[in-house]
């Protein structure tokens, strides 16, 4: 419909072993050496900045400092060569309208941000960096070394805000805020100490549990600088509930195409322009619902007041019927479910850190969400054997 349209990723997980993300654009770049990126086969020895047994994977976090070990300047770190790309692909292309998709994968662990970096958040630390921890129980971390994967974390994504500043500031060189329409987001949180745990899902030896979706994973930004033609005041905030499908459908819509039917999203034209002020009232997060229930898997509903982690009646699978997932890291794990998996209620207007369960004081609250859910489920399409586990809750 006459956009051209180019990806700029340096998220390995999107690209290779046939995910093929990729299609559909006309262009495409991959930017090289992100985690476990088979992408450098020297120094063969490389130093682990902690002790092996807090990482979340030795090989991985080999591989990752092996791909970056010649790193000199910040212009090496990944997150720079990404935005660079980017803005070099602009000069190229900023004549023509066009569509472009750049991913970072930082502030993905593993957290190596250059020196200076860290030292904004945590001077003169002299103990072990974990640079990519082990995702369970933050037992595992000693106070000071929880503090400092916070603060390698936050180092992290200084580092990634600095170079999407710089790829915003070439879009305003070229005079492109005009007639451009920026859409920045993430795909999802990380637990840091918060609920007892560190990562957001449980990857345990052999094993592979989710986590329930609390706020720090699931509640992600999603910042939209319109063009200026549009008109539209800046530096608003909204507080209506807006889900990751809904990008793509005001994509389309501003774009001025025919929205596909597969595209199940609502566009956010009508609620930046004030024609409504709300496009539904529950966002669902969860993990894939149609394997049915296994490891400790639970929804989250949220009315925005209210947090609903939704356990089902018909419980995980036993460990004979376990299924093994290698989707993580390409490792078989068996998935299981760690802890009590029961329902679990919050006021986030009284509680945003979801430390009091509230389930027994308003099982109303619960009920008509778990209802809302289900319809949610079935205006989606969903099968009746991916519905019926969740017709009866624990609670």
């Known amino acids: 419909q006459g956009y051209v349209s180019m990806l700029i990723a340096d998220t390995p997980h999107i690209l290779k072993d046939g995910y093929n993300f990729d299609r559909g654009f006309d262009g495409w770049v991959w930017i090289r050496g992100q985690?476990?990126?088979?992408?450098?086969?020297?120094?063969?020895?490389?130093?682990?900045?902690?002790?092996?047994e807090k990482l979340r994977s030795v090989e991985t976090t080999i591989q990752h400092l092996r791909n970056n070990y010649h790193r000199r300047f910040e212009e090496d770190w990944i997150p720079?060569?990404?935005?660079?790309?980017?803005?070099?692909?602009?000069?190229?292309?900023?004549?023509?309208?066009?569509?472009?998709?750049?991913?970072?994968?930082?502030?993905?662990?593993?957290?190596?941000?250059?020196?200076?970096y860290v030292d904004m958040y945590d001077p003169g630390y002299e103990g072990e960096e974990v640079i990519y921890p082990v995702y369970g129980p933050r037992d595992f971390l000693t106070d000071e070394e929880l503090t400092h994967v916070r603060a390698l974390y936050a180092a992290e994504a200084t580092l990634v805000d600095k170079w999407i500043g710089e790829l915003l500031e070439k879009v305003d060189e070229l005079g492109l805020f005009e007639d451009t329409v920026v859409v920045f987001t993430s795909d999802h949180g990380f637990l840091l100490g918060e609920h007892g745990y560190v990562g957001k899902s449980i990857i345990v030896g052999e094993y592979h549990g989710l986590l329930p979706l609390y706020e720090e994973i699931c509640h992600i930004?999603?910042?939209?600088?319109?063009?200026?033609?549009?008109?539209?005041?800046?530096?608003?905030?909204?507080?209506?509930?807006?889900?990751?499908?809904?990008?793509?459908?005001?994509?389309?819509?501003?774009?001025?195409?025919?929205?596909?039917?597969?595209?199940?999203?609502?566009?956010?034209v009508a609620l930046v322009e004030e024609r409504?002020?709300?496009?539904?009232?529950?966002?669902?997060?969860?993990p894939s619902l149609i394997r049915g229930v296994r490891a400790g898997l639970r929804p989250t509903i949220t009315s925005g007041e209210w947090s609903l982690i939704l356990a089902s009646e018909a419980g995980p699978k036993g460990l004979e019927e376990a299924e093994y997932t290698m989707i993580v890291?390409?490792?078989?794990?068996?998935?299981?479910?760690?802890?009590?998996?029961?329902?679990?209620?919050y006021n986030l207007a009284s509680d945003p850190r979801q430390e009091r369960d509230v389930l027994s004081e308003r099982p109303d609250v619960a009920k008509e969400l778990h209802e809302k859910f289900i319809d949610f489920l079935k205006r989606l399409g969903a099968s009746e054997e991916v519905i019926r586990p969740w017709l009866r809750v624990m609670t």
């Not at 409504?276 to 969860?286: F, K, Y």
């Open 35 to 52: 985690e476990n990126d088979r992408y450098r086969t020297a120094p063969v020895r490389v130093e682990l900045p902690c002790s092996p």
């Open 80 to 116: 720079a060569k990404t935005a660079r790309e980017a803005m070099r692909w602009l000069e190229e292309n900023y004549g023509r309208r066009f569509f472009l998709y750049v991913d970072f994968f930082d502030p993905h662990e593993p957290w190596d941000p250059p020196r200076w």
């Open 221 to 268: 930004p999603l910042i939209l600088r319109p063009a200026d033609k549009l008109g539209w005041d800046a530096g608003r905030e909204i507080s209506a509930l807006v889900q990751t499908p809904d990008i793509a459908a005001t994509i389309v819509d501003l774009a001025g195409a025919e929205r596909p039917e597969r595209v199940q999203g609502s566009s956010l």
């Open 276 to 286: 409504v002020e709300s496009l539904r009232d529950i966002a669902v997060s969860t």
């Open 329 to 345: 890291d390409g490792v078989p794990r068996k998935l299981r479910p760690f802890g009590k998996i029961k329902t679990e209620l």
